[in-house]
């Protein structure tokens, strides 16, 4: 019997010094690390896949790409923040969940609530239509024959009270133009009935552009960035206008900076940094963003607060377009 | 100009690893087909990584093999154990898993890779010869249009309901009020989610379906007799010869395989609608002697053949137009990006050869999808001959982890257990199955294109009427009402001058 009980004491000690000793030796990452992806499969999240690849590759660890699309990325910011606090979970902030849902009232939490890993990608976007149109040929155009026929437009955003339809919103409440708006689940169907005649404008993305360059007359550019306005070959931007929108640097664009549970410990935040910081450097992640017309972004996290901050605070000005819209089309009806 | 763009592609494709890599993704994706949950999304998405560190033609092989494999694979889990792999491959229980029950497992798994390859190859020549055509037809298909094919959709509902018509109807309308659970995209509301957020985009299709399906067929067979007893089936080794039972019914495999093909040129309507859509066609046109429902050959032909088809019409859009059919396409636009190919027309103009690769590729997926296909469906046939004692449980932990791998969530989990329960009482009450899926598809897509047709419209209702194509389907959908109410008249006369007699 005692040798027994030795016997098991002896194993039992032998277990504990191992497992022990494996935990206090284990070093984060010691698993997969989840990247929450607030949108559906397509282009955006294959960006992220190429971040996340190589992310994974700084830190040893795969980093598979969940995607959790639902009200407009703010599914993904609660399942992502519902997580441990471990460095396990990181969130895709793309603009639309981290500043735009709170500005419109949709989510309780400012970007200020989070710790920042890096800048990722941009992308700006334009407001096209179709060449050969007899109506119009430029945008200023466009906004007289809308002011002229109130409610006769009709463009699309993709989604409704995403960023393109409430920096087009703002647009539209400048020059006075009542517009009907169209919600589309995919936005590659919005292109395709723009196309098609079905619509008379609609937002379009450098990846949609570098598709199908003749199909399109890109009007207007929804960036002051000389970069974005090279992106689809020097088409008239913001910047050009003769009214000033109060939009500038990333408040028009869509982005998205990869951050992590304020809660979570600092060493694993630094290791998640170094390595999205690595990543984001290497040249074949920005060949392959940029192949997918995206636009790598360099900022790190000390830079957070100065790129972030003015976003919100130009988004929260222009807040009431998108009520503004809605009001006059009830006015038209 | 498209040959020539597949003899330039040739030289792509025709190395070792481009072909090896095809071969190796059509098994990924029958494997991953098979296993409750994941489907050729799940599998596209996992593999993307890999996918994008190697050649463009091998690459884009890999991944397309994966949809074509995993489009498949669906149905011998449907076949084997009546639960559909994935989403697609519901329908083919039908009468795939009759004819597992009668001993022909067997040939009901050749039956549908065949049926599935022959349609992807039928899906693939349209892709050569009738991109620039359907790309065309699918750029004037707009809300309108969606709206009253989703109503034309739902008609389906009437004709795989089986015994009861009226209880296939409120299947199908409990479908329907399900798919406007989650965020309304036009008022941005949300819609019945209680305040939880997991429910902000509705349930997950796959969960729904693997619940319904799965759990309640496990359930069922757990309730049955022969738990423990050894199963004495006699199994056949599937032969080619499946080739020529699935041939014999070639005006089935042709006609499934158009429809496959014309759903998946037009983006976001899917290989469910078309898998349901072929079979309801089929059955109505079938003679009564072949028994649909009961282990009709044809039923496995018309579902397999639509959903493979349906890969290759999808390709329609996503390469001639740069607007992907569904998920598992805007997927593979994003690896052909990451690749340094913009699709669209000016691939086709400017990178043919690529564009030949990618036909090529797309076209060996499904003649490997044949030849591995049968090769390996022996391994499959044996799942029959474990004991329910020890498959229910492992099939109970795949589904799990099938469904938890789709967005790592455990509230999935629960819908599928949940829905398993559903499931459960709705084949206590002899209510089918099928049309409450049929509902949860094609609800979103009726709705919103309803929604967004009148929104786009400046004149109401009469956008209905005023563009040929909605005006058509108009005509259709009213001519197949008057039809059901007449046939129903007709026969309840017959009944009456019967019971007078």
């Not at chain 1, 790409?65 to 990181?90: F, L």
């Not at chain 1, 017309?293 to 000005?317: C, K, M, N, R, S």
């Not at chain 2, 498949?72 to 009546?82: F, M, P, T, Y």
């Not at chain 2, 009759?98 to 039928?122: E, F, N, V, W």
Request: glycine share 12%; proline share 6%.
């Amino acid at each position: 019997m005692t040798f027994m009980k030795n016997l098991k004491t002896g194993f039992a000690a032998a277990a504990f010094a191992t497992f022990g000793a494996g935990a206090a030796m284990a070093e984060f990452p010691e698993r997969t690390i989840e990247l929450i992806h607030p949108w559906g499969p397509g282009n955006a999240m294959a960006v992220s896949q190429i971040i996340a690849k190589a992310m994974g590759e700084e830190l040893g660890v795969d980093m598979p790409v969940i995607s959790t699309p639902g009200a407009a990325g703010t599914k993904g910011q609660i399942t992502a923040m519902q997580r441990p606090a471990d460095g396990y979970t990181v969130f895709d902030g793309y603009v639309a969940p981290l500043v735009l849902q709170p500005v419109l009232g949709n989510a309780d939490w400012t970007y200020s609530d989070f710790t920042p890993l890096h800048a990722a990608v941009s992308n700006a976007f334009a407001i096209g239509g179709r060449p050969g149109e007899s109506r119009w040929s430029n945008f200023e155009e466009m906004m007289a024959y809308g002011k002229a026929n109130p409610g006769e437009l009709r463009y699309s955003s993709g989604s409704r009270n995403n960023l393109p339809h409430m920096v087009i919103a703002k647009v539209l409440q400048s020059y006075g133009v009542v517009a009907q708006n169209v919600p589309y689940t995919q936005d590659g169907n919005a292109v395709k009935d723009l196309k098609s005649g079905v619509l008379d404008f609609a937002f379009v993305n450098v990846g949609n552009y570098i598709q199908d360059k003749p199909a399109f007359n890109i009007m207007l550019v929804l960036s002051e960035l000389p970069g974005a306005k090279a992106s689809y070959d020097g088409a008239p931007s913001i910047a050009d206008l003769s009214i000033d929108l109060g939009l500038s640097g990333l408040a028009p664009m869509g982005w998205t900076w990869w951050i992590v549970n304020p809660d979570t410990p600092d060493a694993e935040v630094a290791k998640l940094r170094a390595a999205m910081t690595a990543a984001m450097k290497r040249d074949d992640v920005r060949s392959a963003i940029e192949a997918v017309g995206f636009v790598p972004l360099e900022w790190d996290h000390t830079q957070y607060d100065a790129i972030v901050g003015p976003v919100a605070g130009q988004l929260g000005a222009m807040g009431n377009a998108l009520d503004w819209e809605v009001e006059e089309l009830k006015k038209l009806n | 100009m498209l040959f020539e763009s597949v003899a330039s592609g040739l030289e792509l494709f025709l190395t070792p690893l481009a072909v090896s890599m095809t071969l190796l993704g059509v098994i990924i994706g029958l494997l991953i087909g098979a296993l409750p949950g994941l489907g050729p999304l799940m599998g596209i998405i996992l593999l993307l990584p890999v996918a994008i560190s190697l050649p463009p033609v091998a690459a884009m092989g890999f991944l397309i093999a994966i949809f074509v494999g995993g489009s498949c694979g669906g149905s011998i889990s449907a076949i084997l154990l009546r639960i559909p792999g994935t989403p697609l491959a519901a329908a083919t229980l039908f009468d795939g898993y009759p004819m597992a029950k009668k001993g022909r497992a067997s040939d009901a798994i050749g039956i549908a890779i065949t049926a599935s390859a022959i349609g992807g190859l039928i899906g693939g020549v349209v892709l050569i010869m009738g991109s620039p055509i359907l790309a065309n037809f699918a750029s004037d298909f707009a809300p309108p249009e969606y709206a009253m094919l989703a109503i034309t959709g739902l008609f389906a509902i009437a004709i795989i309901s089986g015994g009861s018509l009226v209880k296939g109807l409120i299947s199908g309308c409990f479908g329907l009020l399900l798919a406007t659970i989650g965020t309304d995209e036009f008022s941005t509301g949300y819609r019945f989610t209680f305040g939880n957020h997991n429910m902000l985009n509705g349930f997950h299709i796959v969960a729904v379906v693997v619940g319904l399906f799965a759990v309640s067929e496990m359930a069922a067979q757990i309730m049955g007799r022969d738990l423990l007893k050894k199963p004495e089936i006699k199994i056949e080794r599937p032969g080619f010869n499946s080739i020529f039972l699935t041939l014999k019914n070639w005006k089935n495999l042709v006609r499934s395989s158009s429809i496959g093909v014309f759903f998946g040129a037009l983006p976001g309507a899917g290989g469910v609608i078309s898998s349901f859509t072929s079979y309801a066609i089929a059955k109505a046109w079938a003679r009564p002697d072949e028994n649909y429902g009961e282990g009709a050959e044809g039923g496995v032909v018309a579902t397999e053949a639509a959903n493979n088809a349906t890969v290759g019409g999808t390709l329609v859009p996503s390469l001639a137009l740069g607007i992907p059919g569904d998920a598992s396409s805007a997927m593979l636009l994003g690896a052909l990006l990451i690749l340094g190919f913009v699709p669209g027309p000016i691939l086709f103009e400017q990178q043919p050869d690529m564009v030949g690769g990618i036909f090529l590729v797309y076209l060996a997926s499904n003649v490997f999808l044949l030849i591995a296909g049968i090769l390996v469906t022996p391994l499959f046939v044996y799942i029959l001959r474990i004991p329910k004692f020890y498959l229910i449980p492992v099939v109970l932990l795949l589904c799990s982890i099938g469904t938890f791998a789709l967005q790592a969530s455990v509230f999935d989990l629960m819908v599928m257990l949940g829905f398993g329960l559903v499931g459960i009482l709705f084949r206590a009450a002899n209510y089918p199955l099928s049309p409450i899926v049929i509902g949860l598809i094609l609800g979103p897509i009726l709705e919103n294109n309803l929604r967004r047709a009148l929104l786009i419209s400046r004149e109401g209702y009469w956008i209905f009427v005023d563009r040929p194509v909605a005006a058509t389907l108009l005509v259709i959908n009213i001519l197949l009402v008057v039809g059901a109410f007449w046939v129903a008249l007709r026969n309840r006369r017959n009944k009456n001058q019967l019971s007078k007699a």
